[in-house]
Protein backbone atom coordinates (compact mmCIF):
# COMPACT_ATOMS: atom_id res chain seq x y z
CA UNK A 1 0.00 0.00 0.00
CA UNK A 2 1.09 3.46 -1.00
CA UNK A 3 2.43 5.53 1.70
CA UNK A 4 0.05 8.20 2.09
CA UNK A 5 1.50 11.79 1.36
CA UNK A 6 2.58 14.14 3.56
CA UNK A 7 0.67 17.42 3.66
CA UNK A 8 3.01 20.34 2.65
CA UNK A 9 3.34 22.59 5.92
CA UNK A 10 2.46 25.95 5.61
CA UNK A 11 5.30 28.61 6.42
CA UNK A 12 4.58 30.65 9.87
CA UNK A 13 4.67 34.34 9.15
CA UNK A 14 6.78 36.87 10.19
CA UNK A 15 4.70 39.25 10.92
CA UNK A 16 1.43 38.94 13.40
CA UNK A 17 0.13 42.35 13.13
CA UNK A 18 0.31 45.95 12.03
CA UNK A 19 -0.38 49.04 12.66
CA UNK A 20 0.10 51.75 9.60
CA UNK A 21 0.22 55.44 9.68
CA UNK A 22 -1.48 56.44 12.80
CA UNK A 23 -1.60 59.79 14.02
CA UNK A 24 1.13 60.08 17.27
CA UNK A 25 -1.92 62.20 19.18
CA UNK A 26 -3.55 58.96 19.61
CA UNK A 27 -1.20 57.63 21.99
CA UNK A 28 -2.95 60.45 24.17
CA UNK A 29 -6.12 59.49 24.09
CA UNK A 30 -6.04 56.06 23.93
CA UNK A 31 -3.10 54.64 25.36
CA UNK A 32 -4.57 52.23 26.84
CA UNK A 33 -6.17 50.34 23.91
CA UNK A 34 -2.85 50.32 21.51
CA UNK A 35 -0.70 49.17 24.52
CA UNK A 36 -3.02 46.45 24.75
CA UNK A 37 -2.84 45.51 21.62
CA UNK A 38 1.17 45.69 21.17
CA UNK A 39 1.67 43.94 24.70
CA UNK A 40 5.14 43.07 24.75
CA UNK A 41 5.90 41.56 21.72
CA UNK A 42 9.02 42.16 19.47
CA UNK A 43 8.82 44.52 16.42
CA UNK A 44 10.27 47.12 14.15
CA UNK A 45 8.45 50.44 14.04
CA UNK A 46 8.76 53.74 11.52
CA UNK A 47 8.19 56.89 12.15
CA UNK A 48 7.03 59.69 9.58
CA UNK A 49 6.71 63.52 9.65
CA UNK A 50 3.73 63.94 7.44
CA UNK A 51 4.46 61.02 4.34
CA UNK A 52 7.68 61.01 4.79
CA UNK A 53 9.74 58.33 6.63
CA UNK A 54 11.99 59.94 9.22
CA UNK A 55 12.97 57.20 11.43
CA UNK A 56 13.38 53.44 11.86
CA UNK A 57 13.72 51.40 15.25
CA UNK A 58 13.01 48.05 16.74
CA UNK A 59 12.81 47.26 20.41
CA UNK A 60 11.53 44.24 22.50
CA UNK A 61 8.84 46.39 23.98
CA UNK A 62 7.23 49.00 21.62
CA UNK A 63 4.98 49.96 23.46
CA UNK A 64 7.72 52.27 25.75
CA UNK A 65 9.39 52.53 22.97
CA UNK A 66 6.85 54.69 21.04
CA UNK A 67 5.77 56.20 23.71
CA UNK A 68 9.71 57.74 24.73
CA UNK A 69 9.66 58.81 21.51
CA UNK A 70 7.06 61.42 22.22
CA UNK A 71 9.66 62.86 25.17
CA UNK A 72 12.87 62.57 23.46
CA UNK A 73 15.43 64.50 20.66
CA UNK A 74 12.49 62.86 18.13
CA UNK A 75 10.06 64.00 19.75
CA UNK A 76 8.80 66.91 17.56
CA UNK A 77 10.21 65.27 14.42
CA UNK A 78 7.26 63.10 13.67
CA UNK A 79 3.79 63.08 13.32
CA UNK A 80 2.73 59.64 12.51
CA UNK A 81 3.82 56.04 13.15
CA UNK A 82 3.59 52.64 11.86
CA UNK A 83 3.92 48.95 14.11
CA UNK A 84 4.89 45.77 12.96
CA UNK A 85 4.62 43.09 15.06
CA UNK A 86 6.58 40.31 15.10
CA UNK A 87 6.02 36.63 16.50
CA UNK A 88 9.75 35.68 17.23
CA UNK A 89 13.04 37.94 17.55
CA UNK A 90 15.03 35.47 15.36
CA UNK A 91 15.94 37.72 12.58
CA UNK A 92 14.36 41.29 13.95
CA UNK A 93 18.14 42.98 13.82
CA UNK A 94 18.96 41.85 10.18
CA UNK A 95 15.11 43.06 8.97
CA UNK A 96 15.76 46.58 11.08
CA UNK A 97 19.56 46.65 9.32
CA UNK A 98 18.18 45.87 5.81
CA UNK A 99 15.39 48.46 6.31
CA UNK A 100 17.97 51.14 7.20
CA UNK A 101 20.16 50.27 4.43
CA UNK A 102 17.33 50.40 1.55
CA UNK A 103 15.36 53.60 2.92
CA UNK A 104 18.50 55.52 5.06
CA UNK A 105 15.93 57.45 7.66
CA UNK A 106 16.98 60.69 8.11
CA UNK A 107 16.24 60.22 11.84
CA UNK A 108 18.52 57.28 12.08
CA UNK A 109 22.29 58.19 12.33
CA UNK A 110 23.94 54.91 11.50
CA UNK A 111 23.55 52.61 8.53
CA UNK A 112 22.62 48.89 9.02
CA UNK A 113 24.81 46.55 9.31
CA UNK A 114 24.40 43.14 7.64
CA UNK A 115 26.77 40.83 9.58
CA UNK A 116 27.97 37.32 7.84
CA UNK A 117 27.08 39.20 4.47
CA UNK A 118 29.30 39.50 1.66
CA UNK A 119 30.06 42.28 -0.13
CA UNK A 120 29.13 41.77 -3.86
CA UNK A 121 30.67 45.39 -5.12
CA UNK A 122 34.44 43.83 -5.57
CA UNK A 123 33.23 40.63 -7.33
CA UNK A 124 31.38 42.60 -9.71
CA UNK A 125 33.70 45.05 -10.66
CA UNK A 126 36.51 42.44 -10.76
CA UNK A 127 33.95 41.11 -13.83
CA UNK A 128 33.29 44.18 -15.39
CA UNK A 129 36.97 44.27 -15.64
CA UNK A 130 37.62 41.19 -17.09
CA UNK A 131 34.54 41.51 -19.61
CA UNK A 132 35.74 45.22 -20.60
CA UNK A 133 39.11 43.54 -21.35
CA UNK A 134 37.42 41.10 -23.88
CA UNK A 135 35.87 43.21 -25.56
CA UNK A 136 38.64 45.45 -25.67
CA UNK A 137 41.07 42.94 -27.12
CA UNK A 138 37.75 41.81 -30.05
CA UNK A 139 37.60 45.60 -30.77
CA UNK A 140 41.58 45.32 -31.89
CA UNK A 141 41.43 41.77 -32.65
CA UNK A 142 42.18 42.19 -36.52
CA UNK A 143 45.40 44.54 -35.38
CA UNK A 144 46.84 42.18 -33.04
CA UNK A 145 46.47 39.74 -35.61
CA UNK A 146 48.14 41.73 -38.42
CA UNK A 147 51.11 42.05 -36.19
CA UNK A 148 51.56 38.80 -34.77
CA UNK A 149 51.93 37.80 -38.64
CA UNK A 150 54.85 39.84 -39.79
CA UNK A 151 56.65 38.98 -36.54
CA UNK A 152 58.39 35.93 -37.04
CA UNK A 153 58.68 33.02 -34.06
CA UNK A 154 61.05 32.81 -31.56
CA UNK A 155 61.61 28.88 -31.42
CA UNK A 156 61.90 28.35 -35.21
CA UNK A 157 63.47 30.20 -38.48
CA UNK A 158 61.60 30.51 -41.91
CA UNK A 159 64.93 31.59 -43.48
CA UNK A 160 66.68 28.59 -44.95
CA UNK A 161 70.09 30.34 -44.55
CA UNK A 162 70.14 30.06 -41.01
CA UNK A 163 70.30 26.82 -40.60
CA UNK A 164 73.54 25.35 -40.02
CA UNK A 165 72.59 21.94 -40.80
CA UNK A 166 71.63 21.96 -44.12
CA UNK A 167 73.66 19.75 -46.39
CA UNK A 168 75.22 17.94 -43.53
CA UNK A 169 72.25 14.86 -43.35
CA UNK A 170 70.82 14.62 -46.71
CA UNK A 171 68.92 11.70 -46.25
CA UNK A 172 67.90 13.28 -42.02
CA UNK A 173 69.44 12.23 -39.34
CA UNK A 174 68.44 11.26 -35.57
CA UNK A 175 70.67 12.98 -32.96
CA UNK A 176 70.36 12.38 -28.97
CA UNK A 177 71.40 14.72 -25.93
CA UNK A 178 71.39 13.79 -21.86
CA UNK A 179 69.91 16.27 -19.49
CA UNK A 180 70.10 16.14 -15.68
CA UNK A 181 69.85 11.80 -16.23
CA UNK A 182 66.94 12.09 -18.88
CA UNK A 183 67.36 10.97 -22.50
CA UNK A 184 66.15 13.19 -25.56
CA UNK A 185 66.14 12.47 -29.30
CA UNK A 186 65.36 15.13 -31.92
CA UNK A 187 65.30 14.83 -35.99
CA UNK A 188 67.45 16.56 -38.05
CA UNK A 189 65.80 17.28 -41.69
CA UNK A 190 67.31 16.85 -44.91
CA UNK A 191 66.62 21.00 -45.30
CA UNK A 192 68.59 21.35 -42.10
CA UNK A 193 65.87 21.94 -39.83
CA UNK A 194 65.74 20.23 -36.79
CA UNK A 195 62.51 18.73 -35.33
CA UNK A 196 61.78 18.45 -31.22
CA UNK A 197 58.48 18.02 -29.67
CA UNK A 198 56.72 18.81 -32.87
CA UNK A 199 58.75 22.43 -33.40
CA UNK A 200 60.71 23.04 -36.30
CA UNK A 201 63.97 24.97 -34.99
CA UNK A 202 66.94 26.41 -37.23
CA UNK A 203 70.01 25.77 -35.20
CA UNK A 204 71.06 22.89 -32.62
CA UNK A 205 71.56 25.60 -29.92
CA UNK A 206 67.85 26.66 -30.32
CA UNK A 207 66.47 23.02 -30.53
CA UNK A 208 69.11 22.71 -27.13
CA UNK A 209 67.13 25.83 -25.41
CA UNK A 210 63.68 23.90 -25.21
CA UNK A 211 65.25 21.58 -23.17
CA UNK A 212 67.54 23.71 -21.25
CA UNK A 213 65.48 27.04 -20.66
CA UNK A 214 67.82 28.70 -18.27
CA UNK A 215 71.52 29.99 -19.21
CA UNK A 216 73.09 29.50 -22.94
CA UNK A 217 73.10 26.93 -24.49
CA UNK A 218 76.19 25.43 -26.76
CA UNK A 219 73.83 23.07 -29.25
CA UNK A 220 76.76 21.68 -31.15
CA UNK A 221 78.15 20.14 -27.89
CA UNK A 222 74.73 19.18 -26.40
CA UNK A 223 73.52 17.03 -29.43
CA UNK A 224 75.41 14.12 -30.65
CA UNK A 225 74.78 11.59 -33.28
CA UNK A 226 76.01 8.39 -34.25
CA UNK A 227 79.00 7.20 -36.59
CA UNK A 228 79.47 4.28 -38.83
CA UNK A 229 80.35 2.40 -35.53
CA UNK A 230 77.43 3.31 -33.75
CA UNK A 231 79.04 5.07 -31.39
CA UNK A 232 77.50 8.52 -30.12
CA UNK A 233 79.66 11.77 -30.68
CA UNK A 234 79.33 15.00 -30.81
CA UNK A 235 77.78 16.73 -33.92
CA UNK A 236 80.40 19.71 -33.39
CA UNK A 237 82.97 16.92 -35.06
CA UNK A 238 81.05 17.54 -38.18
CA UNK A 239 82.61 21.21 -38.35
CA UNK A 240 85.85 19.84 -38.04
Known amino acids: ?35 GMIKNYYGVYALYRRNNLYYIGLAANLKNRIKTHLKDKHGTS ?11 DNHIRELEALLLRIAYPEGNKQRGKLKGSKDLKPVLKQQVKKQQSIELDDLFKGHKSAQKKR ?10 TDRPLKGLFPGGKVIYATHKGKDYKAWVLPNGGIKYNGQIY ?13 GAVNGWNFWKSKDKSGQLVRIANLRK
Request: charged share 30%.
Open 78 to 88: WSHFSLYIFQK
Open 151 to 160: KPRKTSSSKK
Open 202 to 214: ASPSAAGKAIITK
Open 1 to 35: MAKAKKKARKSRPIVIGHLEKVSRGIFGKYQKQIT
